[in-house]
């Protein structure tokens, strides 16, 4: 039989946040492995073809989703434990460079990143410099690697909230009933 298992709001909020956590470190794991897998390490530009797009869609997905974990949202006021991250000075800075990325390239339009120069004549009318990320093989590994801890410590969160959480037949505030405690 499956049971519904009681929480109070904050442990529950927290439960939702990391699970949607786990989810998008899934998404940003599966995308770094495709882009490995396909050897799309140099600026998408330099392709031909249909690979362009694909490798910006792939790279994208991969940043925003790696990042979304960490972005302040807005709902339920619970961010992201940061004593789930235990990342070395690599990994810590590799953290910073992709928050940096979403926030300043694929998340919002930041104009200290945009560089435009106008021109005079009627064919070509700018100048514009290219918005592109490509990451090595090593910077991937790194990602992988970085999610996959994360993950694990995400799991075992979870998992304490679970055994934690069913407060039984009486409510664990001392209120006289579980609605009164939960509401």
Known sequence: MIEDLTLLPRDRALYEKLH?????????SSSA??????GWHSLSFLRRGSVPIQQI????????????????GRGKGITFPE?????????????????????????????????????????????????????SPDELKLLLVMTQGVSG??????AEIRRNGSYGPKPPCGLASRAQCLG
Request: without cysteine; proline residues 2%.
């Open 153 to 158: 410590r995400i799991r075992q969160r979870l």
């Open 83 to 135: 004593r789930l991250l235990q990342y070395g000075k690599a990994q810590s800075a590799f953290h910073e460079r992709l928050l940096k990325l979403r926030n300043q390239e694929y998340a919002h339009t930041d104009a200290s990143t945009i560089s435009v120069r106008p021109l005079k004549g009627s064919v070509v009318t700018d100048i514009q410099s290219i918005r592109d990320v490509s990451f």
């Open 33 to 38: 492995q495709y882009i490995l897998k396909k």
């Open 20 to 28: 949607a956590s786990h989810g998008d470190l899934a998404i940003a």
């Open 57 to 72: 869609a792939f790279t994208t997905t991969m940043i925003v989703a790696y990042a979304r974990p960490f972005a302040g």
